[in-house]
C-alpha cells in the first residue's frame, strides 16, 4: 500500500488560494465586461430603432408628397383642358 501523506505543503495552499483569486478576479472582470456590452447592444438596438422609425416616417413623407403631385397633375391636366375649350369656344364667337 502506498504511503498517504495526510499534510498540505504551505506553497501548494498558497498557489491554490492564488489560483481562486485569480478566477476570482477573471470572472469578475468577465462580467463586467458582459454588462458593457449588453449596454451597448442595447443602446445600438435602441438607436437603430429610432432610425427605422425615421424611415418609415420618411417614406410616408414622400408617399404622401407624391400623391399630392399627381393630385396637382391631375387638376393641371382638367384646367387645362378648360381652358382650351373656352378658347375654342371665344375662338367660335369672334
Same mark, same amino acid.
Given at each position: 500500500? =502506498? !504511503? &498517504?501523506?495526510?499534510?498540505? =505543503?504551505? =506553497? #501548494?495552499?498558497?498557489?491554490?488560494? #492564488? &489560483?481562486?483569486?485569480? &478566477?476570482?478576479?477573471?470572472? #469578475? !472582470?468577465?462580467?463586467?465586461?458582459?454588462?458593457?456590452? @449588453?449596454?451597448?447592444?442595447?443602446?445600438?438596438? $435602441?438607436?437603430?430603432? @429610432?432610425? @427605422?422609425?425615421?424611415?418609415?416616417?420618411? $417614406?410616408? /413623407?414622400?408617399?404622401?408628397?407624391?400623391? !399630392?403631385?399627381?393630385?396637382?397633375?391631375? !387638376? &393641371?391636366?382638367?384646367?387645362?383642358?378648360?381652358? @382650351?375649350? /373656352? /378658347?375654342?369656344?371665344?375662338?367660335?364667337?369672334?
Amino acid at each position: 500500500m =502506498p !504511503d &498517504l501523506r495526510k499534510d498540505i =505543503p504551505l =506553497p #501548494t495552499i498558497i498557489a491554490l488560494v #492564488t &489560483l481562486a483569486m485569480a &478566477l476570482a478576479g477573471g470572472w #469578475t !472582470d468577465l462580467k463586467a465586461s458582459i454588462t458593457s456590452t @449588453e449596454a451597448k447592444v442595447f443602446d445600438h438596438d $435602441r438607436r437603430l430603432g @429610432e432610425i @427605422e422609425a425615421d424611415g418609415k416616417a420618411g $417614406r410616408a /413623407d414622400n408617399t404622401r408628397v407624391l400623391q !399630392d403631385i399627381a393630385e396637382i397633375k391631375t !387638376d &393641371l391636366r382638367y384646367l387645362r383642358q378648360a381652358m @382650351e375649350r /373656352d /378658347d375654342a369656344l371665344v375662338n367660335r364667337r369672334q
